[in-house]
């Protein structure tokens, strides 16, 4: 009966160091995914720093472009203006 309970104690005790080991295991990868998480972060910060510069560089240039074609089209507005009248006047 002793060595019944002794052989059950030793397959308790080989379960638990296999269970420490797993779980040690499964620490370090926690560790290592915790690292790699922290690179792809910081990544992805700067990466939409980025985006957001180009953002503001595009929105900057689509504005000068419309402020320049509006008053293009104006300028051109003004002429045939010029132009009608002047053919009125004549004729």
Known sequence: MMRDQEEEL???FVTVG???RQADDMGRELGEQAEMLDTVDSLA???GGRLQTGAQK???IMRKNEDRYSSCCIAVLIMVLIILLVL???L
């Open 88 to 90: 009125l006047l004549i």
């Open 10 to 12: 030793d397959g308790v």
């Open 45 to 47: 910060d700067r990466v």
């Open 18 to 20: 296999n269970l420490r």
């Open 58 to 60: 595009l929105s900057y």
